[in-house]
C-alpha cells in the first residue's frame, strides 16, 4: 500500500488535458482501494444552501469527462439538480494520497444506460429501489421492511426499472487534482474549461492549467 507522505507528484510542467491521469487514477484506486468510486456528491437546495452525500460513481468517459451516477430522481438531490443542474463531486483515496475534484453541470444519463446498469444491480438492490422513495420520511425501520417484503411478493420476480430511477453525468468543467506530499507541502493543481451544449450533453474547450499553493 502507498504511503500517501510520499505519493508521486504531479507531472512537471503540467499536461494540457487532465482526464487521462483521472483515468489512471481512478483505474489505480479500483485495484488497492475497498469502495474506490465511492465520491460526495454536492448540490443546492432551493433556499441556495449547500447539502452534501456520498455516492456511487458508476462510470467515468475519459473522452467527453463526465462522470455518472444512479439515484431516485425525486430524491433530494434530485429535486436539487432538477431545479439547479450543476454539482461538485470529490474523490479521496487516504491509503493512495490522493483527491480529485470535480465540479460543472449535470445532464441526465440516456435511457439505454440507465437500463443496462439496473440490470447489473443484484434482484434485492432492484427490489427495494422499486419499493422504496429515497429521502422520503418512515414510520419506522421495520414498517418499511414490511413494505419491501409485500412488493417483492406483488412483483412475482419481476423487477422492472421505475421511471423516476435515473442516472446523472456530471461534466467536468473544472478538475482539481491533489497529491499528498511531506511537510503538507501538498501537490495541488486544477484544469478549467469552458463547455457548450451540444446534443445531450457539452463540447469542451481545451484546458487551462495552473498549479496551485498547497
Known amino acids: 500500500m502507498t504511503d500517501p507522505e510520499h505519493s508521486a507528484a504531479l507531472p512537471n510542467p503540467l ?17 488497492r482501494v475497498r469502495n474506490a468510486g465511492a465520491m460526495t456528491l454536492a448540490t443546492v437546495d432551493a433556499g441556495g444552501d449547500p447539502t452534501a452525500r456520498m455516492v456511487i460513481s458508476r462510470g467515468f468517459d475519459a473522452a467527453a469527462g463526465w462522470f455518472v451516477f444512479y439515484t431516485d430522481r425525486d430524491s433530494a438531490k434530485g429535486q436539487h439538480l432538477a431545479a439547479r443542474p450543476r454539482a461538485a463531486c470529490v474523490f479521496y483515496w487516504e491509503p ?5 475534484r470535480v465540479e460543472g453541470p449535470v445532464t441526465a444519463a440516456p435511457a439505454a444506460d440507465v437500463d443496462r446498469y439496473w440490470n447489473t444491480r443484484p434482484a434485492d438492490a432492484r427490489i427495494a429501489a422499486i419499493a422504496t422513495w429515497q429521502s422520503r420520511p418512515i414510520a419506522s425501520r421495520a414498517a418499511l421492511l414490511e413494505h419491501v417484503a409485500m412488493v417483492e ?24 487534482l491533489w497529491v499528498s506530499q511531506p511537510a503538507r507541502l501538498h501537490d495541488r493543481a486544477t484544469w478549467v474549461r469552458k463547455l457548450t451544449p451540444a446534443g445531450d450533453g457539452f463540447a469542451g474547450s481545451a484546458w487551462t492549467a495552473t498549479r496551485l499553493e498547497p
Do not use: C, K
Not at 499536461?15 to 485495484?31: S, T
Not at 493512495?96 to 480529485?100: A, E, F, T, W, Y
Not at 412483483?155 to 453525468?169: F, K, N, S
Open 15 to 31: 499536461p494540457p488535458d487532465p482526464l487521462p491521469i483521472v483515468a489512471a487514477w481512478l483505474a489505480d484506486a479500483a485495484v
Open 96 to 100: 493512495l494520497g490522493r483527491q480529485i
Open 153 to 176: 411478493q406483488d412483483l412475482g420476480g419481476a423487477t422492472p426499472r421505475p421511471d423516476r430511477w435515473v442516472g446523472y453525468r456530471v461534466w467536468a468543467e473544472r478538475i482539481e
